[in-house]
C-alpha cells in the first residue's frame, strides 16, 4: 500500500474506495455518513506498524489496550444519530481515543467537542487532527461519564465505551429533541439510541456490538 503523510497514494485510494463499497454492501445507506468517512485517511490515526491494515473493516489495537472503532461501527452509529435529521448539531464524543470518529464528526458538523480520559490518547488525537488541519474539534482531557457540563447542552453525544446503564450526566447534558448513542451491556452489548422528547427520554436498541468499557477518572 503506498501511503503519505497528508494524503494517500492511488494503491490506498482504491483500498479506500473498497472499504465504502464494503459499507454499502453492510447497509450503511445515508450519503454523508459515507462522504464523511471517505473523507478522512484512516491510516494516520493507527500508526505506521497497521497503516497496511488501516481500511480494514475490523477495529484496530491502539495504546493502553484501547482500540480504534471499525469502519461500520463507526458508519453505523452516526447514520443512526442523523436519521431523520439534517444535521447532529452541537456534538459530544466521549472517548476521544486517536481521534478518528471524531474527525469523521467534524465532516458532519462544525461544532465537536471530544473528551479523553487516558492523557497519552489524547495527545494522540491532538496530533493527528492537527495534521488534518481539524482545529474545530475541541479535545480535553476529562472522566467521560462525567460528560463536558461546562459545553452543554448538545444535540448529539456519542459514546465510544460500552456502560451497564447510561449515564445520567449525560442524558441530562442533552438538548431539546437531542440525541445519545452509547453500546451498553457487559460481555453482549448492543448499541442503544436515546432520544429526548416532550415526552421524555426514549431508548431504542440496535445491533449488537463489542466496546472496550467506560470507566470513570482521568489517567
Do not use: W
Not at 32 to 43: C, D, G, K, Y
Not at 70 to 81: S, T
Not at 87 to 93: F, I, N, Q, R, Y
Request: aromatic residues 4%; hydrophobic residues 45%.
Amino acid at each position: 500500500m503506498t501511503l503519505t503523510l497528508n494524503g494517500i497514494g492511488m494503491t490506498s485510494q482504491r483500498t479506500r474506495a473498497r472499504m465504502i463499497e464494503r459499507l454499502r454492501e453492510q447497509g450503511i445507506r445515508d450519503e454523508r455518513v459515507l462522504t464523511a468517512i471517505s473523507a478522512v485517511p484512516r491510516h494516520i490515526f493507527v500508526g505506521e506498524a497497521l497503516a497496511h491494515r488501516a481500511y480494514e473493516d475490523t477495529a484496530l489495537p491502539l495504546v493502553l489496550g484501547q482500540t480504534i472503532s471499525q469502519p461500520y461501527v463507526v458508519a453505523r452509529m452516526i447514520e443512526l444519530l442523523l436519521a431523520g435529521r439534517d444535521s447532529l448539531g452541537k456534538t459530544l464524543e466521549v472517548g476521544a481515543g486517536c481521534g478518528y470518529q471524531a474527525a469523521v464528526l467534524a465532516m458532519l458538523t462544525k461544532q465537536v467537542f471530544a473528551v479523553e480520559r487516558l492523557a497519552p490518547l489524547l495527545a494522540q488525537a491532538r496530533d493527528n487532527l492537527r495534521q488534518l488541519k481539524l482545529g474545530q474539534v475541541r479535545l480535553k482531557h476529562a472522566d467521560g461519564m462525567i460528560g463536558l457540563p461546562e459545553a452543554a447542552p448538545f444535540d448529539t453525544i456519542i459514546v465510544a465505551a460500552a456502560a451497564a446503564r447510561a449515564p445520567q450526566s449525560l442524558l441530562d447534558q442533552l438538548a431539546p429533541a437531542g440525541r445519545l448513542m452509547i453500546p451498553l451491556g457487559g460481555a453482549d452489548q448492543s448499541l442503544c439510541l436515546f432520544d429526548r422528547t416532550p415526552q421524555g427520554i426514549v431508548e431504542t436498541r440496535f445491533d449488537g456490538v463489542r466496546f472496550v468499557p467506560l470507566l470513570p477518572g482521568v489517567a
